[in-house]
Every structure is written in structure tokens, then in C-alpha cells.
């Protein structure tokens, strides 16, 4: 049963940092990419970040690049987002992916960027 379990999120100041993880279980997870994506009160979601395997190539969505970066360690299962120069518009609930079987969702985890 494929699991993914999300944390790290809360409460940060605009400027500030945060370092999102998902924690995986029940697939072979250094053999499939692994995608963060998020969810604005009122928006649809929208792809923040993925990266791929075996090459671990990362693709960002405009309005997180070069603030944002994902990584993964096989070995722990694990995949992260860190998350520098925050501001209000990336507050949202985000999300792990996986495209197996027909995709699987994390539970989501709060992020909120205010003063």
C-alpha cells in the first residue's frame, strides 16, 4: 500500500525558510520521480517541483524557481522540499505525489508566510 507521509510545515515570517519532507513506504521508491505540488485557498493545485530518477533531474514550477529545491534520498525513502526567500503567495497546503497507480497523495501539509 503505497503511503506518503508529509511534514515540516508551519508558520514563517516572508523571507524566512522552511524544509518540507515525505516520507515514503509500500513502492520501490528510488525507482519512480517524485513530485511537491500545492494548493491555494480558492486556487487549483499547482506543480511546484519534481525530480526524477534514476539521474535525479529537477523541473520547478516560474514562480518557485531558484527560491525552492527539491532532493531525495533513496535510502531514507525520503524526498524534500527546502524552501528560502518565503512569501505570502506560497502560503497553500503542499502535497507529495507519485505516479502509481493512477497517482497517490500525501495528506498535505500547512504552510502559512505572514508577519
Known amino acids: 500500500q503505497v503511503q506518503l507521509v508529509e511534514s515540516g510545515g508551519g508558520l514563517v515570517q516572508p523571507g524566512g525558510s522552511l524544509r518540507l519532507s515525505c516520507a515514503a513506504s509500500?513502492?520501490?521508491?528510488?525507482?519512480?520521480?517524485m513530485s511537491w505540488y500545492r494548493q491555494a485557498l480558492g486556487k487549483e493545485r499547482e506543480l511546484v517541483a519534481s525530480i526524477t530518477r534514476p539521474s535525479g533531474s529537477t523541473n520547478y514550477g516560474d514562480s518557485v524557481k531558484g527560491r525552492f529545491t527539491i532532493s531525495r534520498d533513496n535510502a531514507k525513502k525520503t524526498v524534500y522540499l527546502q524552501m528560502n526567500s518565503l512569501k505570502p503567495e506560497d502560503t497553500a497546503v503542499y502535497y507529495c505525489y507519485v505516479g502509481l497507480g493512477g497517482g497517490s497523495w500525501g495528506q498535505g501539509t500547512q504552510v502559512t508566510v505572514s508577519s
Open positions: 509500500g513502492f520501490p521508491f528510488s525507482a519512480y520521480a
